[in-house]
Nanobody, 124 residues
């Protein structure tokens, strides 16, 4: 059974930075893609960044491009999200996600495993 656990969230002032981590366990197949999503109150969950096992390509949503950087350490089975220049609009519950295979990782409906989420609150 795959288990994902996020950490690193919390309060931060506008303009600040945070780095989220997502520790995974139970992975038996490295052919996967991992992603970060977030959901703010009253809004739908949105994909922020996707990274693929064994590939250098990444995907970023326009709202975070240039500010966020996704990376993964496959040896330690950890996913990261470095977030810079945060604004109050970035306040949300942040989730890491995993899908077997290397396609459609940006589609919420195709995600097979979710973390429990970590809250980020950005104050102005």
């Amino acid at each position: 059974q795959v288990h994902l656990a996020e950490s690193g969230g919390g309060p931060v002032q506008a303009g600040g930075s945070l780095k989220l981590s997502c520790a995974s366990s139970g992975l038996s197949d490295f052919s996967n893609c991992m992603a970060w999503f977030r959901q703010a109150p009253g809004k739908e969950r949105e994909v922020l960044a996707v990274i693929y096992a064994g590939r250098s390509s990444k995907y970023y949503a326009e709202s975070v491009k240039g500010r966020f950087n996704v990376s993964r350490d496959d040896a330690k089975k950890v996913l990261f999200l470095q977030m810079n220049n945060l604004t109050p609009e970035d306040s949300a519950l942040y989730y890491c996600a995993l899908k077997w295979g290397l396609r459609d990782c940006d589609e919420e409906s195709r995600i097979q495993f979710w973390g429990q989420g970590t809250q980020i609150t950005v104050s102005s």
